[in-house]
C-alpha cells in the first residue's frame, strides 16, 4: 500500500523563511501539493466561470487546479510583480486540465479595482458563476502594543474589505445557482495568540459569511465559507520565524501540517450542486484543531 503523502512533516522545512510577504511558492521547499493525482474530475462544475483571489499559490492555485479538474474555467487574481511566476504556473495547470485562465495583478484593497477587476473578467470569460474570496495577509505580533494602525488596517483592509467589495461588485453580474466561497480559518474560532488583527478580520469573514447568505437566500446565491487550519502555502514561511516555520502543524490532533490539496476539495463542494441545500455554512479542513482544542 503507498504511503498518504500528506501525513509526512518534512524536516527539510526547518529554517525556511522568505523576507516578504506574499510569499513566492516557487521558493518553498519541499513544494506545497497543490495537485492530488487522486482526485479525478466528474464535471460537477462544467461551463462554470470561476474567480478566485490569492489564486496564484497557496489554497487558491489547489482550488483553481481542482475547478479545472471538475470542467470550470478559472481567473485568477494577485498582487505583486514577484508573483508572476506562481501565476503563469497556475495558469499552465488550469490549462493542462482543460479550463479557458486568465491572470489578473491587482489589489483587491480597493472598491474600484474590484469593481474593475470584476468587469474584466465578465468581458473575458462572459459570465462570473464562483467567486472564491482567498486573498490575505497576516502579520504576527507578540502583543496588541506591537500592532500600528497602518498595521490594523492594511491587514483589515486586504482580508476583509477587500473581500467585501468584491462579493459586492460580483453580485451584481451573478444569478440563482451561483455562489460565494470565502476563506475564513480556524483562528476565528480558536484565536491566536499571535495574530489578533488577522483572527480578527476571519471572525468578520464568518459573521459575514453567514450574513450575507441570509440576504441573498431569496435570489438564490449561497455563500459559505472554508476554515482552513495549519496550511503550508507561501504565507507560512513569509510571515513566521524559522522555529514557527518549522514546527508548524505539529500541535494538531493530526500531528502534522496540512497540504493546499487538501482543501480543495471543500472548495469544490460548496460550489457544486453537491451542496445545494447549504448556505451560510463553515467547513473546517484543520486537522481536528477546532474539535482538540
Given at each position: 500500500m503507498s504511503k498518504n503523502p500528506y501525513e509526512k512533516i518534512d524536516d527539510n522545512i526547518s529554517g525556511q523563511t522568505q523576507s516578504s510577504q506574499p510569499g513566492v511558492e516557487e521558493e518553498m521547499h519541499p513544494a506545497p501539493i497543490y495537485d492530488d493525482p487522486n482526485f479525478k474530475g466528474a464535471d460537477k462544475l462544467k461551463g462554470k466561470t470561476a474567480l478566485i483571489t490569492g489564486g496564484d499559490s497557496g489554497i487558491g492555485r489547489a482550488v483553481a487546479v481542482a475547478y479545472a479538474k471538475e470542467g470550470a474555467n478559472v481567473a485568477i487574481a494577485y498582487l505583486?510583480?514577484?508573483?508572476?511566476?506562481?501565476?503563469?504556473?497556475?495558469?499552465?495547470?488550469?490549462?493542462?486540465?482543460?479550463?479557458?485562465a486568465k491572470r489578473y495583478q491587482t489589489d483587491i484593497s480597493?472598491?474600484?479595482?474590484?469593481?474593475?477587476?470584476?468587469?474584466?473578467?465578465?468581458?473575458?470569460?462572459?459570465?462570473?458563476?464562483?467567486?472564491?474570496?482567498?486573498?490575505?495577509?497576516?502579520?504576527?505580533?507578540?502583543?496588541?502594543?506591537?500592532?500600528t494602525e497602518e498595521q490594523l488596517k492594511e491587514t483589515f483592509e486586504t482580508n476583509f474589505f477587500g473581500?467585501?467589495?468584491?462579493?459586492?461588485?460580483?453580485?451584481?453580474?451573478?444569478?440563482?445557482?451561483?455562489?460565494?466561497?470565502?476563506?475564513?480559518?480556524?483562528?476565528?474560532?480558536?484565536?491566536?495568540?499571535?495574530?489578533?488583527?488577522?483572527?480578527?478580520?476571519?471572525?468578520?469573514?464568518?459573521?459575514?459569511?453567514?450574513?450575507?447568505?441570509?440576504?441573498?437566500?431569496?435570489?438564490?446565491?449561497?455563500?459559505?465559507?472554508?476554515?482552513?487550519?495549519?496550511?503550508?502555502?507561501?504565507?507560512?514561511?513569509?510571515?513566521?520565524?524559522?522555529?514557527?516555520?518549522?514546527?508548524?502543524?505539529?500541535?494538531?490532533?493530526?500531528?502534522?501540517?496540512?497540504?493546499?490539496?487538501?482543501?480543495?476539495?471543500?472548495?469544490v463542494f460548496l460550489a457544486s450542486q453537491d451542496s445545494s441545500y447549504m448556505t451560510g455554512q463553515t467547513i473546517h479542513v484543520d486537522g481536528g484543531d477546532f474539535v482538540g482544542s
Open positions: 505583486a510583480d514577484q508573483e508572476d511566476e506562481d501565476a503563469d504556473k497556475t495558469i499552465a495547470l488550469i490549462e493542462k486540465y482543460g479550463g479557458k480597493s472598491d474600484k479595482n474590484c469593481k474593475q477587476l470584476v468587469k474584466q473578467v465578465i468581458d473575458d470569460f462572459g459570465a462570473l458563476n464562483i467567486l472564491v474570496n482567498n486573498a490575505g495577509k497576516q502579520f504576527p505580533q507578540q502583543s496588541i502594543e506591537d500592532i473581500l467585501f467589495f468584491m462579493s459586492k461588485a460580483a453580485i451584481a453580474h451573478m444569478k440563482k445557482g451561483d455562489c460565494i466561497v470565502n476563506t475564513s480559518s480556524i483562528t476565528a474560532y480558536n484565536g491566536s495568540p499571535g495574530l489578533l488583527d488577522y483572527s480578527a478580520t476571519k471572525g468578520a469573514i464568518t459573521s459575514f459569511t453567514r450574513s450575507l447568505a441570509l440576504n441573498l437566500s431569496e435570489k438564490g446565491i449561497r455563500v459559505n465559507a472554508v476554515a482552513p487550519g495549519p496550511i503550508w502555502t507561501p504565507l507560512i514561511p513569509s510571515t513566521f520565524d524559522a522555529k514557527t516555520v518549522a514546527e508548524h502543524g505539529a500541535d494538531t490532533p493530526m500531528k502534522r501540517r496540512g497540504q493546499p490539496a487538501e482543501n480543495a476539495p471543500a472548495y
